[in-house]
């Protein structure tokens, strides 16, 4: 989730973020992002500290009071070491000040990420298939695989949940954004093309679809694909 109230600034980040394949909801206030915030289960939330309704110490202070490990990285055009201060003892995990690189925060995202509620590896390895999660390359058998911003995301979100059943709206909540039509097609589309690319030329299959509960990544044989 990105909360930011400057509306350019907003869009701007959004597409920056969206560009790398991340999945963005989009806040403009304190409040609506403390409703957001009790409603879908984020990753990761860019936080502004001079927001209306409710400022952003205020809304960090209240997701740790409600339980949320959510990692935060704060925004802000404050510059004085106080500042700082003030908003890692809110429960920020990061801050970064305006006005910043893109390629920055990108890093820190990446950065915050792989931390997380449980610290993320930065390789992911199953049977002969291998992700990078840093330079987000993958590989099978050795040999590399190209695939779109998209199909990585989609890829990465089902490697972090190996062996477990995803469903439809799991990965359209993590992958896609707000924006997504739940009567599209666009997760098999997307499926399949995952398939072309992993499995296709391999006999082991690791990407199945299980018969009425959505898509598993996993080694094994699984009875239920279709």
């Known amino acids: 989730m990105l909360v930011e109230d400057e509306l350019s600034a907003a869009r701007m980040l959004a597409k920056g973020l969206r560009e ?3 999945a963005v909801d989009v806040a403009t206030d304190g409040e609506e992002a403390l409703y957001r ?3 879908n289960d984020y990753d990761l939330v860019i ?3 001079l927001l209306p309704r409710k400022g952003g110490f205020a809304v960090c202070r ?4 409600a339980g949320s490990a959510v990692p935060v990285l704060m925004l802000t055009a404050r510059d004085a070491v106080a500042d700082r201060i003030a908003g890692l003892d809110t429960g920020a995990d990061d801050y970064l000040t305006k006005p910043f690189d893109l390629h920055e925060l990108l890093a820190r995202v990446r950065a915050l990420l792989r931390r ?7 390789a992911i390895q199953l049977a002969d298939l291998t992700i990078d999660t840093q330079a987000r390359r993958v590989r099978r058998a050795g040999r590399g695989i190209e695939l779109t911003g998209k199909e990585y995301a989609l890829l990465d979100y089902l490697a972090r949940h190996p062996d477990q059943v995803v469903g439809r709206a799991e990965i359209a909540e993590h992958v896609w954004d707000e924006n997504f039509d739940p009567f599209s097609n666009l997760i ?3 499926m399949q093309r995952l398939r072309r690319k992993i499995d296709e030329g391999h006999s082991r299959k690791l990407l199945h679809t299980i018969r009425g509960g ?3 990544l996993s080694s094994g044989k699984t009875a239920t694909d279709v």
Do not use: C
């Open 37 to 39: 915030a009790s409603i």
């Open 62 to 65: 209240q997701m740790r009071a």
């Open 20 to 22: 790398q394949a991340y």
């Open 188 to 190: 098999e589309v997307y």
């Open 47 to 49: 936080l502004d500290v």
């Open 116 to 122: 997380g509620p449980v610290l993320r590896t930065e």
């Open 214 to 216: 959505g898509y598993m």
